[in-house]
């Protein structure tokens, strides 16, 4: 308990740090989609829209795992490639040990209840064996955050992800939850949209309980309900969601919004390969940044 | 093919492009003051999530074989660099690699740097000096 009171504590502190750390590496650990976008209009570009009037949130968006450097190419004229590391004195260990921090006390983390603060921090400390997505298993919604492509239909819209290759088909016809597949617990739960004015929401329930909402032990229950918002405006994707859990959290929890701008590179791909841990029976420590 | 591993400790301050964070601390399973350099055939290639890993056959000075296993960052860090496998390891072709050990003494180490059959250095985690290969 006495490390989650100092982190409430530690807020003002953590977002100093928060704002101190870079970004690419958290959005490293808490999915894709958020990264640098290709070639786009951002300004005075009308939202294209379908014929049943609604936006169009069709588009590759944002990085969408396409492939280029984004900060100048690091090889040289010779072809030899040398990194510069951006970390405190150039050390990766440090860099790890710094996106630890800054995900741990970033200002922004789900308010638990007091008696489930000692499970976090379980999780967190056990990360390397807790968390399931270090054993390949899906990051979950909303972890795996937005979408790195979408498809829609006036059915349904359907969601790519360049993590694990995975999808989603979300029908927007105005059904109501899969009995059966809202009961089933699964990663990715049972999801169903709708439209508020040119905002596509996303209702998702069914959950299992193995994901988590965030690196740092956030568990939730199957319980756990999450609302998504979609707006387009322009080129410009805003993604929100918001996670609910009444058996352990105190409120909702807003996870920071992510603001993707469409990729017009054709050469964009989303395609990623397996995952396949080996390094979990080679971990000597428990440590993990 | 010729030996060559030859175990050099170094008090190793690497640094590393914000593309290759690992998912978890590489310090749990690397001991990044130990490094060494290896030469030897390119027998595998596995362009995996969630590191990349790379299988080199090495002759030891008594005439037997180790299979190492070198792990790097993640096939999508990797493209965000332009470092694919295609173009720059090939099967069958001999290189070096300066490498972080195992701490559990396995024949596994991370990725420092490799000199491709072609001469040329692919520093992904350069050393400040301090790998053998860097540039």
New interface residues.
Partial sequence: MAPRLIRYGATVLSAAVGALMMTSSIAAQNGGGGRAAGPAQTQNVPTPRTPDGHPDLSGAWGGAGGGGARDGSPFDEKGNLRLAGRYRKGNPVNGERDSGISQRFGPNFPLYKPQYWDKVDFMDVNGNVQDSNFHCMPAGVPRMGPPVRILQTARDVVFLYREKNQYRIIPIDGRPHDPVNSMDQTYLGDSVGHWEGDTLVVDVVGFNSETWLGWPGYFHTNKLRVIERLTRQGNTLLYQATADDPDVLLKPWAMNPRTLQLNTNPTTQIEDPPCIESDSANLTTKERG | MKRFCSLVAFVA?????????????????FD?TKVTTIKGVMTRV??????V?WHMEVKNADGTVTDW?I?GAG???F?????SGRDFFQIGETYSASIAL???G?S?GHIMSFLTPDG???????G?GDDPL??
Avoid: C, D, Y
Avoid at chain 2, 79 to 83: F, K, T, V, Y
């Fill in positions: 301050a690497l640094s590393v492009g914000s593309q290759t964070f690992a998912h978890h601390a590489t310090q749990a399973e990044q596995m362009w995996v999530n969630p590191h890993n296993t792990v096939p999508g860090q493209r965000a660099i332009g470092l195992a701490r559990n396995s596994r040329k250095t692919l520093q992904i985690w350069s400040n860097g540039r």
